[in-house]
C-alpha cells in the first residue's frame, strides 16, 4: 500500500538557520504530495502542495519540489525563526475521492 | 481558504459516558468529511470517511458501534464516543474536502477528548 516516511524528530535549530525535513513516499501511480503544519494546540494547515513531478510547492519561506526520481518531497526553508516551532507532516494523495496518507510528522523545535 | 470548524476543543469525561464532537464547515459544503485520530508522537490514523446522507465508511479496526458518525447535512458531521473508556482518550481530528478536486483537505482544529 502507499506509505509516507519522514525523517524523525525532534530536529532543534537555532533562529536563521537552514532547515531541511526529509520526505519519502511509495506509491503507485502519480500521487499529489502536501506538507502539513500543527502547532501547538492546533489542527493541520495545508503549508505546500505539489501535484505532479518537478513541481515546487512554496510558503511561507518552506519550499519542497516533487522529485518522482528520488520519490521524496523534502522540506526546505533558508531561514527558521521560532514561530515555525511546530510538527511538520508529509502526505500524499492519489487523484479522485481518496484521502490523504500521512507520515508520522516531526517536530521542529526553533530556540532564539 | 475554507474553515473548518470542530467543537468542543476539549473534553473531560467520565469511563462509560458517551461524548459526541461536532465538525463543521463554516464557508463550503462538505459531501465529505473524514475523521482522524491522532496518538502522542503519531500521525494521524484515518478511522472513517463520512458522507452526507449516507453511512460512513470505517477504516479496518475501528468499532463502528464504539464511533458513531453522523453526516446530517453537508455543513456537519458528528462523532460519538460512546461508552467512553480511559484508552479512547486521543486527539480526534476531522476534515473536510472542498469540492471533487484532488486531496486538498481543511482540517478542523482537533478535539482533545480525556477519559478519566
Known amino acids: 500500500g502507499d506509505s509516507v516516511t519522514q525523517m524523525e524528530g525532534p530536529v532543534t535549530l537555532s533562529e536563521e538557520a537552514c532547515l531541511t525535513i526529509n520526505c519519502t513516499y511509495t506509491a503507485t501511480g502519480y500521487p499529489s504530495l502536501f506538507w502539513y503544519v500543527q502547532y501547538p494546540g492546533e489542527g493541520l494547515q495545508l503549508l505546500l502542495k505539489a501535484t505532479k513531478a518537478d513541481d515546487k510547492g512554496s510558503n511561507k519561506g518552506f519550499e519542497a519540489t516533487y522529485r518522482k526520481e528520488t520519490t521524496s518531497f523534502h522540506l526546505e526553508k533558508g531561514s527558521v525563526q521560532v514561530s515555525d516551532s511546530a510538527v511538520y507532516f508529509c502526505a500524499l494523495s492519489k487523484s479522485g475521492y481518496s484521502t490523504l496518507t500521512f507520515g508520522k510528522g516531526t517536530m521542529l523545535l526553533v530556540s532564539p | 481558504g475554507a474553515v473548518v470548524s470542530q467543537h468542543p476543543s476539549w473534553v473531560i469525561c467520565k469511563s462509560g459516558t458517551s461524548v459526541k464532537i461536532e465538525c463543521r464547515s463554516l464557508?463550503?459544503?462538505?459531501?465529505?468529511m473524514f475523521w482522524y485520530r491522532q496518538f502522542p508522537k503519531q500521525s494521524l490514523m484515518l478511522m472513517a470517511t463520512?458522507?452526507?446522507?449516507?453511512?460512513?465508511?470505517?477504516e479496518q479496526g475501528v468499532e463502528k458501534d464504539k464511533f458513531l458518525i453522523n453526516h446530517a447535512s453537508l455543513t456537519l458531521s458528528t462523532l460519538t464516543v460512546t461508552s467512553a473508556h480511559p484508552e479512547d482518550s486521543s486527539f480526534y481530528i476531522c476534515?473536510?474536502?472542498?469540492?471533487?478536486?484532488?486531496?486538498?483537505?481543511?482540517f478542523g482544529e482537533g478535539s482533545r477528548l480525556t477519559v478519566l
Open positions: 476534515s473536510a474536502r472542498v469540492g471533487l478536486t484532488t486531496g486538498e483537505l481543511f
Open positions: 464557508d463550503f459544503q462538505a459531501t465529505t
Open positions: 463520512s458522507n452526507e446522507g449516507s453511512k460512513a465508511t470505517y
